[in-house]
């Protein structure tokens, strides 16, 4: 791995990402550069699951949306009042992805506070476009996968909820 390209080293420049500062606005104008490679973004992935780098691996899944021919918006690290605090959206002409990138298969709250969003998005936005979640996850532990898969079927939303892995994604 090249040294000046890893999260580490860009960490020092950039600094602890933080909703609104400058750091989130550098690190996400980096990553989002067209001159990256799918397997760059492999490599920062990788380095992200592997350091724990939370915030770091939500904005480069994100951008991911960007390479798959969707419009990215970045999300927030931390709720947010009067707002839907998802870690990002992918959106075209007809339909919406929100985003929810975890390190792990383990959530804080269950899988319908993603359903709670799109439904949430679909009232507030009123334009007629289907609108999706989407787990993306670090782990590609098939146990782990199963059961986190098992909770998104059981789920009230078990129909506009899908996960899959960062891995996968690629």
Known sequence: MSGTNSLEDLKKLYGELKDGEESQENFRDFISQEKWKLNDYKRWLDEAVQGKLSREFQ??????????????????????????????????????????????????????????????????????????????VGSTDEDQLRSFSEQIRGSDYAKKIRLISYVDLL
């Open 59 to 136: 904005d480069i899944v994100t951008v991911l949306g960007e390479r798959l021919g969707f419009k990215a918006k970045f999300g927030y690290y931390s709720s947010v009042k009067n707002d839907i605090p998802y870690d990002g959206l992918w959106e075209n002409d007809d339909q919406r992805i929100v985003i929810e990138a975890k390190l792990g298969t383990w959530i804080r709250n269950d899988v319908n506070q993603l359903g709670e969003y799109l439904a949430r998005m679909s009232s507030e936005k009123k334009d007629g476009k289907k609108t999706y979640g989407m787990y993306v």
